[in-house]
């Protein structure tokens, strides 16, 4: 029982500590993942295209200066009590004008808009990397629970198999019956199979960390042996929804969204009412000999002046752009309630999965001493004739079982602490720094 003990132990460490100089731990896939990903590149990119939205706004408020020129050729004919002199000619002109807006308000709400907008693609490139962290977490740890199952699932073949191979000599000696061999010999062919499916498990699980980060390491890290797991803190759920409600990244995104609805109400209100606009300009005009009888003219021009536009009538497409705001809002608003509601209720299903987790580790720990025990005393049984082939079998597939679900619940019970930290708005750096710290 002893060698077949080693042999376990050296099968569930082999995926986890062979090469182990080349090991990569979560802070690394982390890292790697922050640099490759494509969601997040998106995420990257749409968060600069927001930022411009603060500028696009300001300029709103910003004097603007434009150039024009032309130059046309004329055929005229003046039509006098004197005659009716023509003449073909040349006029050409150019002049320079600066429109500073000295009361547009639609253009100070655009403004405002465009600050919550800037903030708004922030918002937008943190909950993205909050995504990320989740996703890449996760995806560690599924390969460690695949490299677990396919080595739980190796382990049990080989101890199926050596009691297959036990049961066999028993029956060539007459101390059990063929349906020992047979039973065995199931279990046996039962875990193969299992084993086969293990290694496409872990395959797919390796391939997607190949997805996140670009490079498949040759191994990672594991969780140290026998490391104690954390409670949440603070320890009461309710703390928790309440910095949820309020702190949640969705949430916060979801209250600029709203925000901003609000602004765009106002600003088409802001089509009702007048502008004023500061407008000064200079240019020159020039002609040659117009009509032939009169003298070619050069004429230069200064104005600065007030210009007032009043809206009177627009056909009701402000009145109807208002309408479309204002419904727009309510869906904004009632998209900040569903994210709070779904910001607690995330915040309470990742609680109990950390309370949860913890509890079902000790469970866990227990049922495996308990199971190991088990095994013994079925194989001693076995030994001297109180016990049958099948308990040894059942005793072997429950002790693997076991320790590949206390390694599950390791596994649960950590993304289960990362997605409340999530839910509260708090997940970052130094979370995955406190895993990496249980890793070896």
């Known amino acids: 029982m002893k060698r077949l003990a080693g042999r376990v132990a050296v099968t569930m460490a082999v995926a986890l500590m062979a090469g182990q100089a080349a090991a990569a731990d979560l802070e690394q896939i982390y890292r790697e993942a922050l640099a490759y990903d494509a969601a997040l590149a998106a995420a990257r990119a749409s968060a600069e295209a927001g930022r411009e939205k603060l500028p696009q706004g300001r300029a709103g408020l910003l004097p603007s200066l434009n150039l024009t020129g032309n130059t046309n050729w004329n055929d005229s004919t003046a039509h006098l009590a004197t005659g009716n002199p023509s003449g073909r000619y040349n006029s050409n002109g150019w002049q320079v004008q600066l429109t500073q807006p000295l009361f547009r308000w639609q253009n100070w709400v655009q403004y405002k808009q465009g600050e919550m907008q800037a903030a708004l693609a922030d918002a937008q490139y943190q909950l993205a990397v909050q995504d990320l962290t989740l996703r890449a977490s996760q995806a560690y740890f599924d ?52 084993v086969i499916a293990a290694e496409s498990d872990l395959a797919v699980k390796r391939h997607a960390l190949l997805v996140l980060t670009g490079k498949e390491p040759d191994s990672l890290k594991g969780l140290r042996k026998g490391v104690a797991l954390s409670r949440p803190d603070p320890t009461d759920i309710q703390s928790w929804v309440a910095a949820a409600e309020a702190s949640n990244l969705s949430v916060q995104a979801n209250q600029l969204v709203s925000e901003i609805a609000t602004r765009e109400v106002e600003r088409n209100r802001a089509g009702h009412l007048p502008t004023v606009d500061m407008v000064a300009s200079r240019g020159n005009t020039a002609t040659s000999n117009p009509l032939g009888n009169f003298s070619a003219y050069n004429t230069d021009s200064t104005v600065v002046g007030l210009q007032l536009a009043v809206p009177l009538f627009q056909g009701g497409a402000t009145n109807s752009r208002v309408r479309e705001a204002s419904a727009l809002r309510e869906k904004a608003v009632s998209d900040l309630d569903n994210a709070r509601r779904t910001a607690a209720q995330s915040a309470r299903q990742a609680y109990l999965g950390v309370t949860s987790g913890l509890a079902q580790v000790k469970a866990f720990e227990a049922a495996q001493v308990s199971s190991r025990s088990a095994l013994d005393a079925n194989k001693l049984g076995y030994e001297v004739g109180v016990r049958i082939n099948i308990d040894v079998l059942n005793a072997q597939s429950q002790l693997f079982d076991t320790q590949q679900k206390l390694a599950k619940a390791r596994y649960d019970t950590l993304m289960a602490q990362l997605k409340l930290k999530a839910a509260a708005g708090t997940l970052g750096d130094e979370d995955i720094k406190a895993i990496n710290a249980l890793l070896d």
């Open 143 to 194: 390969v460690l629970g695949a490299q677990d199952v396919l080595a739980a699932a190796q382990a049990l073949n080989e101890a199926n198999t050596q009691q297959l191979a036990l049961a066999k000599k028993s029956f060539e000696v007459g101390t059990v019956t063929i349906t020992d061999v047979h039973e065995a010999q199931s279990r046996a062919d039962l875990s193969s199979a299992q």
